[in-house]
């Protein structure tokens, strides 16, 4: 299914502290949908000399569009306004503050599509909206889990009900470090490659601890202690222990967790009573960042060990 958004929600008081938009004309059409973040300036479009106009974007009305059509003899005009008039767009925003020419005024009558204006400059107003409709039109999928923020690694923490998720996540935070969310976290893939966690405004700030029951993380701990939103960076997963099974003890066994077509860095991590669970996912947080950095202990581990058996092997056939 296609994520899309009315035209109405430009205008929504989020969304319209940032883009400033006001509409002018057509309020009855502001169910008209936004399908695509890209957005388009007609440009030379209105000269006829190049392609047609996509049916799917927003259409821009900055200083030379308007201006190049003001200039117009009214022959040319029509003919521009044609161009115009052959392709649908979710709505048409005049940039600058300019004042809208009536012609534009009776495009967007006939067109059935909403005029809005915004004293942004064109520039500004398009780098705005196109981070804004991204954010919005995200594919998004929701996963059970914790999300916290441990050194400014964003870590999901999953595994079984009641093996000690947020047991874990409370013990980070204790330490210092910042909830995102608990239970469901809402991720979104943001363009090209990155996945963001967030929490439902439902639970925002809230866990659940089992004999404890439903804690405000923020109330409790202070403003430092939560964070809105973070890019995901380590997907952690609890395990219950299970001595028949092998667990990775070298750190050479590369695994990856898919969300919305992304892979991410997977660690199993056994529980058991005794273990500390926030100590080791806190390592994992700093060993992450190591690799981030380009050095991975492990493989510089395993480089050292062949070289020390090769100079072994090198003596022995010495002596």
Not at 109 to 134: G, N, V
Request: aromatic share 6%; hydrophobic share 40%; proline share 5%.
């Amino acid at each position: 299914m296609t994520a899309n958004i009315p035209v109405s929600e430009l205008l929504k008081q989020e969304l319209a502290s940032r883009l400033k938009l006001k509409i002018i004309s057509g309020e009855k059409w502001l169910k008209k949908k936004i399908t695509t973040a890209r957005i388009q300036k007609p440009g030379l479009l209105l000269t006829g000399l190049l392609g047609k106009l996509h049916s799917d974007r927003i259409l821009i009305f900055g200083k030379a569009e308007i201006g190049y059509l003001k200039s117009l003899p009214q022959e040319m005009l029509v003919a521009s306004l044609k161009t115009l008039e052959e392709t649908p767009s979710p709505c048409y925003v005049v940039t600058r503050g300019q004042k809208a020419p009536q012609f534009l005024y009776q495009l967007a009558e006939r067109k059935k599509t909403p005029l809005l204006k915004t004293p942004l400059t064109t520039s500004l107003f398009i780098d705005r909206i196109t981070k804004c409709l991204e954010e919005r039109l995200a594919p998004t999928a929701t996963v059970h889990g914790v999300f916290v923020d441990v050194l400014g690694v964003g870590i999901l923490i999953i595994g079984k009900s009641g093996v000690g998720k947020s047991e874990c996540a409370l013990d980070l935070i204790t330490r210092g470090y910042r909830l995102i969310s608990d239970d469901i976290v809402l991720i979104k893939r943001m363009p090209p490659a990155t996945i963001f966690g967030m929490a439902v405004d439902v639970i925002k700030y809230h866990m659940e601890v089992r004999g404890l029951g439903i804690i405000n993380v923020k109330d409790l701990f202070g403003i430092t202690a939560i964070r809105e939103k973070k890019q995901l960076d380590l997907i952690v997963e609890l395990v219950t222990w299970n001595p028949e099974e092998g667990y990775d003890r070298l750190g050479f066994d590369v695994r990856k967790y898919e969300i919305l077509g992304v892979e991410l860095p997977h660690l199993r991590i056994p529980v058991s009573p005794g273990r500390s669970v926030a100590t080791i996912v806190e390592v994992a947080a700093r060993n992450q960042i190591l690799k981030i950095m380009g050095y991975d202990s492990a493989l510089a581990f395993h480089k050292q060990l062949n070289n020390a058996i090769g100079k072994g092997k090198k003596l022995n056939k010495t002596t």
